[in-house]
């Protein structure tokens, strides 16, 4: 982390870059060729007058990846429109972002400084500009906080949760044009991982664009006429379709990632042209990105496969798993394709989510009982499932975190997973439910059957064999499994509604965490966790929905991540992780089985700066993101 000092030097040496400093000639070769005749036209400036005066340099000189050339259209297939969502995630442009090593740096910031965790000053880059050549300065950050987050009718609930400590809002404080400051009584440690993670927070916007759908800066004639236009109600919902970002469909809207999107749906063709004020220069001081456009062509989800296997993707990450792998391996010997496996990053590449907040007071009764989730567990056979639907490839383990984290621990892998049907009978008999003999079914307390509806997207198509398995594993201690398929947002909504009594899905995101990272994946922390979606939304709430944990280890879990935020850095962090990982794979809130597995990842034969071996996931890595896509190049012609 950049200290004080550090940061103050740099700042002081906001120059012209020295790798800018050329000649007239010399700066006109280093321009992106696709935007020359626009330049030598005079509409647009010349590339040192485009980039910041203290631009990022990019190092690229080590065994995974080279300096490159300008050029070419990359090709990507789609499973839909709303599938456009992938490129702001991949691109990850962010005010700061991790490295490989998942270490925080700079990366919209020229730097930044924290003090105790409490207090965060940040340092744009001097002569910064949005896609559309306006200023990006500290006033883009005042409109977000004053003008989106305290406006109520943007913003209901006013400033998001993420950015409340002890329930109270930062101090946010506009120093000059390029130095702001967001501080708060405790520490806030969860606030840089938040501003890196796949989706971020957003502190700024292009307030220059936006103000014109703003009714503080716009009449109410003209707002009712623009939304007229737009086809909303009113301006709330004018602004934010405008300024939707996280799915960019307004080709308006100026950004700062490297490719700004050009195509408004509907369409079954997104096309994303080079930012020409992108803020990244390559060690040769050459603005990136190096590729030209990115193409997203909308397919049936179904097709993608055979259509990356016949060289109509360039680089291919969705819609594709390791089923697909032999195919697309052997589609090499005839197309000008690569395929390479990359790790996943989740703690449990498919696991069994019980929900601990379904409605049925008995079952609920039933999962609550750590005898009952630990025997559920053990009577699973983890390696039959490895060999006959991962090829042998997986590791069978407990949701945990990976050997790639300094956080690994072989206790949290095994913990509950040896395959042991006898001792989970045991457990269950303890438990209280009773069998019809040593081979008949189980019953609850009421004396129904053991029917155990589990519920599932069958997204991934592996899903069905695991539960096929899964089906004869547990008929054996006398439960039996009926599945039940629904499309994702009625899935979900199930769930919430406390509907669904077992459901599959992955484990943890992000699977390969450091100390400083922020651990709330395993308490109750968010309404999107499928094994305790209420008491999560009761946190997210601050208390104002949902339910507070019932079960005192839940109850232990938040008050140990309260405990992480409030500790200092290293140690103390280190042992409170660990102090959670032993009791969430010990209490088995989630029934992990495989991790470790692997995921295709294809790419133009020619297409260069991939990692051959990387960590395929959403946290931390950003799917493709902290590879840094704008630093991809074909080699040959184009």
Known sequence: ????????????????????????????????????????????????????RLPRVVTLSDPDRQPGKYGGTLRRLIGGPRDIRYMPIDSYCRLVGYDRQFRFVPDILAAFEVEEERVFTFHLRPGHRWSDG????????????????????????????VLKVR??????????????????????PDFLAELASPVATRLMMPSAYLKQFHRKYQSKEKLEELALANGVEDWVA???????????ENPDLPTLDPWMPRTAPPAQQFVFDRNPYFHRIDENGLQLPYLDRVVMNVGSGDLVSAKTG??????????????????????????PIKVELWKRTQGSRVALIPNLNCKDLIWRQVLWDARVRRALSIAVNRDEINKAVFFGLGQPSANTVLPESPLFREEYRKAWTNFDPDEANRLLDEAGLTRDGRHGLRYLSDGRPCHLIIETTSEAGFEADVLELITDHWRRIGFRVFVHVSHRELFRRRIVNGETVMAVWWGLDNGVPTADMSPRELAPTADDQLHWPLWGLHFLSGGGDGRPPELPEAQKLLELYHGWRRAAAGQEREAIWHEMLALFTDQVFTIGLINGTVQPVVRASRLRNLPQHGLFGFDPTSYLGVYMPDTFWYEGDA
């Open 1 to 52: 982390m950049i200290t004080r000092r550090q940061s103050l030097a740099l700042l002081g040496a906001a120059a012209l870059h020295p790798k800018l400093a050329l000649s007239a000639p010399e700066t006109a070769l280093r321009e992106p060729e696709i935007l020359r005749d626009a330049v030598a036209a005079g509409k647009l400036p010349p590339m040192t007058e485009r980039l910041p």
């Open 134 to 161: 306006s200023p990006f300065t500290t006033e883009d950050f005042r409109y977000v906080w004053e003008d989106m987050f305290h406006e109520k009718k943007l913003h209901k609930g006013g400033t998001p949760t």
């Open 167 to 188: 329930d109270k809002e930062p101090r946010f404080e506009l120093i000059d044009d390029v130095t702001l400051r967001y501080s708060w009584d405790d520490p806030n």
């Open 238 to 248: 004018l602004h934010q379709k405008m300024s939707r970002a996280v799915r960019p």
């Open 310 to 335: 016949t060289g109509e993707s360039d680089l291919q990450i969705t819609n594709i798993d390791f089923g697909d792998y032999t195919f697309l391996k052997s589609a090499e010997k005839r197309y």
